[in-house]
């Protein structure tokens, strides 16, 4: 039920604790930003 109110908040390189992402999900997506341009630093918070 919480999902469906805040799904709309969520950003779209969000992926903790969302249905249908996961951290497999998410390394997938670093993969693919790390391999289309340079990257001076990576943040985790």
């Keep these: ?3 469906a109110i805040y ?3 969520f ?3 969000s992926y ?3 249905l ?3 951290a497999h999900d998410a ?3 670093l993969v693919v ?3 289309s341009r340079k990257v001076n ?3 985790e918070s």
């Design 1 to 3: 039920m919480l999902n």
């Design 7 to 9: 799904e709309e908040d």
């Design 11 to 13: 950003l779209g390189f």
């Design 16 to 18: 903790g604790f969302r």
């Design 20 to 22: 249908g992402r996961g």
């Design 27 to 29: 390394l997938d997506a």
């Design 33 to 35: 930003a790390l391999k």
């Design 41 to 43: 630093f990576i943040f």
